[in-house]
Nanobody, 121 residues
Framework: QVQLVESGGGLVQAGGSLRLSCAAS????????MGWYRQAPGKQRELVAA???????NYADSVKGRFTISRDNAKNTVYLQMNSLKPEDTAVYYC???????????????WGQGTQVTVSS
């Protein structure tokens, strides 16, 4: 059973920082891209940042220069360092991974349970 478990969310004042972590566990054959999405109340889920297994990154325009995504392939873990947070960053943040479990070797999307990030003004 493959799981993605997020941690690091919370309440922070505008201008502050938070670091999110997401660890993939279980019988994993391989992981391609990993990323972070967010969903604010009444809005669609949107991509925040993604990173390939080789380290190439992609960011939403709204977070460029403030957020940094990284990963530790040995630990099957992806991180999101969020600096200069704004109230509009408030959302539930979800971890995503394109991975193949050992029992199928078929790549598909896996999601974490989500972690709340709240930025107060």
């Amino acid at each position: 059973q493959v799981q993605l478990v997020e941690s690091g969310g919370g309440l922070v004042q505008a201008g502050g920082s938070l670091r999110l972590s997401c660890a993939a566990s279980g019988s994993i054959f391989s992981i391609n891209a990993m990323g972070w999405y967010r969903q604010a109340p009444g809005k669609q889920r949107e991509l925040v940042a993604a990173i390939t297994s080789g380290g190439s990154t992609n960011y939403a325009d709204s977070v460029k220069g403030r957020f940094t995504i990284s990963r530790d392939n040995a630990k099957n873990t992806v991180y999101l360092q969020m600096n200069s947070l704004k109230p509009e960053d408030t959302a539930v943040y979800y971890c995503n991974a394109d991975l193949a479990p050992v029992d199928s070797y078929y790549f598909s999307d896996y999601w974490g349970q989500g972690t709340q990030v709240t930025v107060s003004s």
